[in-house]
């Protein structure tokens, strides 16, 4: 059983480095692509201001030179998803749960173990990257699918939209997850509920050691509840009253 996680804009650097790891040929393929662009090319591809578009292009020649510091990525990133997953102080069961089933899906690095070496990026799926002629997605969906050979169940805190990086035989093989507040009878679900949920959820999963669609219905975490009547065979869907 494998545990599909996105990345994050939101990184912290304040952290020791590890060594790094030599990049995939499809890694390196991305980077010579992104490494072609210069810092003001950079502000409109990213949408971002001239000092963070400045930052990443420091960042990209770095891993470039091969002088860029790598960390755990599971502690690299510091989103709001990031921050409600239990990183440190794990015993010896969760530390062998987290290295064996959670894996990180990065549309630079593929997808590779929660605490592989990481150097801080902020590329996603939703950026208008060509690779050799191929959309980010059309470039990686081989890889990706070739790291789900032989898995009969996936459980997905991706969002659909890079779920589609995988082909459709292996989207099948995917247990899907929603997070709703209930508030007085009113359903409502929003990325903030959904980020912080999606993080206690996999603390969960990583407490209670979790192997099955059945074990993971059993779990209350964080005030949510599996909610049968709004859940589908393949999509789990937890409520947490407030």
Known sequence: MKILIPTAKEMNTDLP???????????????????????????????????KAAEEFQNIQALKNKTAQHYPALKLFDGLMYRNIKRDKLDEAEQAYLENHVFITSALYGVVPALSPMAPHRLDFLMKLKVAGKTLKSHWKTAYDETMNGEDLIFSLLSSEFETVFSKEIREKMATFKFMEDKGGQLKIHSTISKKARGAFLTALIENQVQTVEEARRLSFAGFNYREDLSQPQELVFVKEV
């Not at 790094?20 to 201001?49: G, H, I, N």
């Open 17 to 51: 480095s590890i060594e790094a790891t030599p990049l995939k040929p499809e890694s390196q393929a991305v980077l010579d692509a992104l490494a072609l662009y210069s810092a003001s090319q950079l502000e409109s591809f990213y949408k971002v201001s001239a000092e």
